[in-house]
């Protein structure tokens, strides 16, 4: 089984996040993409997040438009930060060992890696879809993964990073949407439209329960 996970605190869900899982999805023929929502982020102040069941719902919501996507709860069922290298540990197990995983993550994000709990241990665990950007040189890449430490070579394209694991890193190019989920939050903060940004039925959630006001 080939499967993808996107990560996030998804506060909310727009169509960004969705447009990429799909994409992502056609490229590597996944069978499906879960979609995480982080229930303690490691990195961010809790307190200023919305409630972790209301953003579970809206992503939901959002990928009950699509076969191929669904949201999960497994950062929702355990206590303490919500770190990466647990999460795919559980989801290995889940889906046992034959499990071909692709971490899917923007360049900016994946540059943080360092910061992340045995972020080493990852790279023998899961194969990463790094979304890049426009103005990122190639030089730039290949410096970072050398700063790694680890055993990568590249792949038949200057876009791939093999590791001695098995596990790859694959640089890919996404339809750029210029969607934020602070830019949304403010949007309904002003009142202002939030049409187009997030999916009618995620709209209809958020006001519904009043959510960012």
Same mark, same amino acid.
């Given at each position: 089984?080939?499967?993808?996970?996107?990560?996030?605190?998804?506060?909310?869900?727009?169509?960004?996040?969705?447009?990429?899982?799909?994409?992502?999805?056609?490229?590597?023929?996944?069978?499906?993409?879960?979609?995480?929502?982080?229930?303690?982020?490691?990195?961010?102040?809790?307190?200023?997040?919305?409630?972790?069941?209301?953003?579970?719902?809206?992503?939901?919501?959002?990928?009950?438009?699509?076969?191929?996507?669904?949201?999960? =709860?497994?950062? $929702?069922?355990? %206590? !303490?930060?919500?770190? &990466?290298?647990?999460?795919?540990?559980?989801?290995?197990?889940?889906? @046992?060992?034959?499990?071909?995983?692709?971490?899917?993550?923007?360049?900016?994000?994946?540059?943080?890696?360092?910061?992340?709990?045995?972020?080493?241990?990852?790279?023998?665990?899961?194969?990463?879809?790094?979304? =890049?950007?426009? $103005?990122?040189? %190639? !030089?730039?890449?290949? &410096?970072?993964?050398?700063?790694?430490?680890?055993?990568?070579?590249? @792949?038949?394209?200057?876009?791939?990073?093999?590791?001695?694991?098995?596990?790859?890193?694959?640089?890919?190019?996404?339809?750029?949407?210029?969607?934020?989920?602070?830019?949304?939050?403010?949007?309904?903060?002003?009142?202002?439209?939030?049409?187009?940004?997030?999916?009618?039925?995620?709209?209809?959630?958020?006001?519904?329960?009043?959510?960012?006001?």
């Amino acid at each position: 089984m080939r499967l993808g996970i996107l990560g996030g605190t998804f506060d909310p869900i727009h169509f960004g996040h969705l447009r990429l899982a799909e994409e992502m999805c056609e490229e590597f023929s996944l069978s499906k993409v879960l979609l995480i929502p982080c229930a303690q982020p490691p990195h961010k102040d809790e307190s200023i997040i919305t409630p972790y069941p209301e953003r579970l719902e809206m992503a939901k919501i959002a990928v009950s438009y699509s076969s191929y996507l669904e949201a999960s =709860d497994i950062e $929702g069922r355990r %206590k !303490g930060p919500s770190y &990466s290298i647990e999460t795919i540990n559980i989801i290995k197990n889940l889906y @046992g060992t034959d499990l071909d995983l692709f971490f899917i993550l923007g360049i900016d994000t994946f540059k943080e890696i360092t910061t992340w709990k045995n972020y080493k241990e990852l790279f023998k665990l899961t194969s990463f879809a790094v979304i =890049d950007r426009p $103005g990122i040189q %190639k !030089g730039e890449i290949n &410096s970072f993964i050398e700063s790694l430490g680890l055993d990568f070579k590249k @792949g038949n394209s200057e876009d791939i990073f093999i590791n001695s694991s098995g596990c790859s890193i694959y640089f890919k190019r996404a339809t750029l949407m210029d969607i934020s989920s602070t830019k949304i939050r403010q949007n309904i903060k002003t009142g202002r439209s939030i049409n187009y940004l997030v999916p009618d039925r995620v709209k209809e959630y958020i006001l519904r329960k009043d959510i960012y006001k």
